[in-house]
């Protein structure tokens, strides 16, 4: 089992730049598959990247070229670099951790732990 939280959300201006952090607690950080997932309010929630165990990376479309996602092993750390931010990257973040290798798909069902999110708000 492992215990997620997540931090540095806030709110921005479009363009701006922000870095999440999901700091991970009670197993062994490197036996998970990694992500991160976003819900803004009336819509589903929806994967935004993932890392897996051998930092084999996925991102979703929406997202590719403006976002990093990276982990740092010793410190148990995952990431989420947010540059050119949009309005619509308004939403409530959430890390997720999968046991094992990941799949090819970013859908929040193939993760079993979830933190509590962070929120990130882009304005015009």
């Known amino acids: 089992q492992v215990q997620l939280v997540e931090s540095g959300g806030g709110s921005v201006q479009a363009g701006g730049s922000l870095r999440l952090s999901c700091a991970a607690s009670?197993?062994?950080?490197?036996?998970?598959?990694m992500g991160w997932f976003r819900q803004a309010p009336g819509k589903e929630r929806e994967g935004v990247a993932r890392?897996?165990?051998?930092?084999?990376?996925a991102y979703a479309d929406s997202v590719k070229g403006r976002f990093t996602i990276s982990k740092d092993n010793a410190k148990n750390t995952l990431y989420l670099q947010m540059n050119n931010l949009k309005p619509e990257d308004t939403a409530m973040y959430y890390c997720?951790?999968?046991?094992?290798?990941?799949?090819?798909?970013?859908?929040?069902?193939?993760?079993?732990?979830w933190g509590q999110g962070t929120q990130v708000t882009v304005s015009s």
């Open positions: 890392i897996g165990r051998f930092d084999s990376i």
């Open positions: 997720a951790a999968r046991f094992g290798y990941c799949v090819a798909s970013l859908s929040p069902d193939e993760f079993n732990y």
């Open positions: 009670g197993s062994s950080f490197s036996n998970f598959c």
